[in-house]
């Protein structure tokens, strides 16, 4: 994995404009750090979502159809399941016959995860998949017939520019079968200011949370970013629904990584992550166009975030 991280970060600090992928924030630092992002009281993302999965609890499990048959529930992106762990507790407590299959890209988060389910619902199979989502989504279908429920929560989908959103949605209705099941959290448009104000903490949390990507590339790839010499960049544009974060060299400066040296200009930025904001209309589409009917999209109180809810037919 090291050396895809390598790879990924000169190909991407090598191209013009520059870019970093969002992928490698969550190393330990970086998990830690999106826990008191997850805090923050601007941050609304997760308490919406967390606000479907707790009092929609009967509602959730009823439109992904769970008395039906034994099936997997493969989450994407897991973390620490917090939201999720509301449904998984509602389908052990009504003996539903199913496996948790986490996947997750950071180790420690899914070895936390392992436990922290082992000592709270001691009757749940978990299989925790440590990798890449398509790769482990393969894995897990190879690994039984079952009928597959995919949830891919915290607007994950959101990172990604919408032309990579369509084609991970096409990969992953590719690798499932007729009555499986897709549940993808997303975050709708709203007022611009609620938006950015989530992105833009003047605390300083969302700027150390990009800046350790910088420090985490110093860590692993022997590398000598000085951090203070980046600075956090915010936008909004509610024209096209994207969020974007940039660091921004704020001198002209060379950096070594390994044996590779990359300059920098006074003011360059380098584009580190997209959070979408969609809209009802764009959601139903993005289903259909990559091969999956539409069935619901369960919202919370201020329907500022749903759930949509896809089949395979
Ligand atoms: C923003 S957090 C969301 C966690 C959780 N789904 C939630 O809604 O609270 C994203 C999680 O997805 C994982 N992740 C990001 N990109 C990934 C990828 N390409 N493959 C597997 N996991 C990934 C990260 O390690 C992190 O734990």
Redesign the pocket.
């Known amino acids: 994995m090291i050396e895809s991280f390598r790879e990924d970060v000169l190909h991407g600090l090598k191209d013009y404009p520059k870019r970093l992928q969002s ?1 490698y924030f ?1 190393d330990e630092n970086g ?1 830690a750090l ?1 826990q008191r992002i ?1 805090d923050m009281s601007t941050y609304y993302l ?1 308490a919406c ?1 967390l606000e479907i999965f707790r009092d929609k609890t009967v509602e959730l499990a009823e439109v992904l159809r769970v008395e039906q048959e034994p099936f997997d529930l493969i ?9 999720s762990s509301f449904l998984l507790k509602h389908l052990v407590g009504k003996k539903v016959d199913f496996n948790y299959m986490p ?4 180790g420690q ?1 899914l070895s936390a995860l392992r436990d922290r389910l082992k000592q709270d619902l001691p009757g749940l199979t978990v299989i925790p998949l440590y ?3 398509l790769e ?1 989504l393969r894995k897990a279908t190879e690994q039984s017939d079952r009928r597959k429920i995919v949830l891919f ?2 607007s ?1 989908i959101g ?1 990604m520019e919408l032309e990579d959103a369509h084609g991970l949605c096409r990969s992953v209705n590719r690798q499932l079968k007729v009555g499986d099941t897709m549940l993808i ?1 997303f975050d709708l448009q709203k007022n611009p200011h609620t938006v950015l104000q989530a992105y833009n903490d003047k605390e300083g949390i969302t700027e150390a949370f990009n800046l350790n990507l910088l420090e985490r590339i110093n860590r692993e790839l022997d590398a000598d970013f000085n951090i203070t010499a980046f600075q956090h960049y915010q936008t909004y544009d509610p024209m096209d629904g994207g969020c974007r974060s940039y660091l921004v060299s704020l001198i002209d400066q060379t950096i070594r990584i390994g044996e590779e040296f990359i300059s920098f200009r006074v003011n360059e930025p380098v584009a580190v992550e997209i959070s979408r904001k969609y809209t009802a209309l764009e959601i139903d589409r993005m289903a259909i166009e990559s091969g999956f009917a539409p069935i619901t999209q369960i919202a919370d109180s201020k329907n500022w975030f749903v759930d949509a809810v896809w089949l395979v037919n």
Do not use: R, W
């Open positions: 992928k969550y998990t999106f997850m997760t979502e989450e994407l992106g897991a973390g620490d399941a917090m939201k996947i997750d890209i950071c988060v990798g890449e989502y482990m929560l915290g994950n990172n959290g």
